[in-house]
């Protein structure tokens, strides 16, 4: 008797189960499964981001960036860099970010700003991130406001904080402010 499984629906399983146990803490089965893994999806980048992004869910950020040092030729620069400075981000390195974030002419400038901004907020260097939010073209979405509301919290203008809302109830009446 045979399974025939969907090569996306396994790598996904895969991944999964890739991030219970790495978050169990049982590193080697994790490695194991990574060794045997590795070559069996090497043409397939998407299956290799996945393992990557499993070990990022996890909070195993060391392991990421392990894992994304063997897998950069075959995910590529961009997404090979872009997964680092996420999670150079997640591990409070920020000045390690900013220089990826510098080092990249090419990244788009919306996802430059996005990473930057996130740097920001782990430094709690609000002033920066109101003249970055103020500087970007509009939008209503809830994770600028979120963001927005965290850094004028952040740099003492509470009054503010109640007009920002005020502003975004008619846009989001689903949400609770």
């Known amino acids: 008797m045979s399974l025939a499984v969907d090569p996306g629906q396994r790598a996904e399983a895969v991944a999964d189960f890739d991030e219970v146990l790495l978050s169990m803490g049982r590193d080697d089965d994790a490695a194991a499964m990574w060794a045997f893994e590795l070559p069996q999806a090497s043409p397939d ?60 002419p090419t990244m ?7 990473l930057t901004i996130r740097c920001l907020m782990i430094e709690s260097r609000f002033k920066e991130i109101l003249s970055h939010l103020s500087a970007q073209k509009g939008g209503r979405s809830i994770e600028l406001l979120r963001i927005r509301a965290q850094a004028l919290i952040g740099s003492g203008q509470f009054n503010r904080v109640e007009q920002e809302l005020n502003t975004h109830r008619e846009f989001y009446p689903e949400h609770d402010w």
């Open 108 to 114: 788009p400038g919306a996802i430059a700003e996005n």
């Open 45 to 104: 980048a998407t299956a290799l981001e996945l393992l990557v992004d499993s070990a990022v869910k996890a909070g195993r950020y060391t392991i990421a960036l392990n894992r994304l040092e063997s897998v950069s030729p075959i995910l590529g620069r961009e997404k090979s860099l872009f997964w680092e400075i996420r999670c150079r981000i997640a591990q409070f390195s920020t000045v390690k970010a900013f220089s990826l974030i510098e080092s990249d």
